[in-house]
């Protein structure tokens, strides 16, 4: 079964509107953390935001902010006033259990922001 | 930027030889991944290592060893290249496996055409 779920091969936005990537996730450890990369066109994977099961609020940073709805274990990013150099793929990953253990990546979703 | 590094960047092979990829590190961190990235499939780990000599499998691992006789290098070899290993390699380290929250830095990517 699929442990981290983007439903949005694609993405369409306009400059300055805000958007949001979808991701569900599942795990039955109470412990787990979830994660948001970008990749642009040149390949590079940048870690955009993280978000922890016991965190009690939502993460942000900067434009990004991460929608955590952990009953319905959902975790979706959050772009606000996007960015021509917003367009990338976007990665949703998760960690579970243990520290140390390796990131389980959803397929991504391709965001187009156009002028 | 964490300084890791890749080599070679992009390699053609043939069916059936030989070949290693390199990941190098400069930043002394405990953890070091292999993942290769396949359109449709997202990031999927090959092989983990959780210090030096100490390393295990992932999710696609058969076809694949790895060495890390050194904190900061980590070896993926394919031992027989096949074209369902056409792709691209990612390395990326985490600092010490302590915390949930450790974020995964990744380094440039290898390209890979299994002929």
Redesign the interface.
């Known amino acids: 079964a699929q442990k ?1 779920t983007q439903t949005q091969p694609g993405m369409f936005v306009q400059e300055k509107e805000a958007v949001t990537l979808d991701c569900t996730y599942d795990t039955s450890d109470p ?3 979830l ?1 948001w ?1 970008k990749q642009p066109s040149s ?3 940048i ?1 955009l935001i ?1 978000q ?1 099961s016991y965190d009690q609020q939502n993460a942000t940073e900067g434009r990004y902010s991460l929608n955590f709805q952990k009953a319905r274990k959902s975790a979706n990013l959050v772009i606000s006033a996007s960015q021509l150099g917003d367009s990338a793929m976007y ?1 949703c ?1 998760m ?1 579970e259990g ?3 253990t ?7 979703t391709t965001l187009s922001v156009s002028s | 930027d964490a300084g890791i590094t890749q080599s070679p960047r992009h390699k053609v092979t043939e069916t059936g030889t030989p070949v290693t990829l390199r990941c190098h590190q400069t930043e002394n961190h405990r953890y070091m991944y292999w993942y290769r990235q396949d359109p449709g499939h997202g990031l999927r780990l090959i092989h983990y290592s959780y210090g030096v000599k100490d390393t295990d499998k992932g999710e696609v691992s058969d076809g694949y060893s790895v060495s890390r006789s050194k904190t900061e290098d980590f070896l993926l070899t394919l031992e027989s290249a096949t074209s369902s290993q056409t792709s691209v390699y990612f390395c990326a380290i985490s600092e010490s496996g302590d915390r949930l929250k450790e974020t995964q830095y990744f380094g440039p990517g290898t390209r890979l055409l299994v002929l």
């Open positions: 981290i412990s787990y953390g994660f990369y390949g590079e994977m870690f993280y922890g990665f990953a960690r243990r520290p140390g390796a990131l389980i990546f959803g397929k991504g």
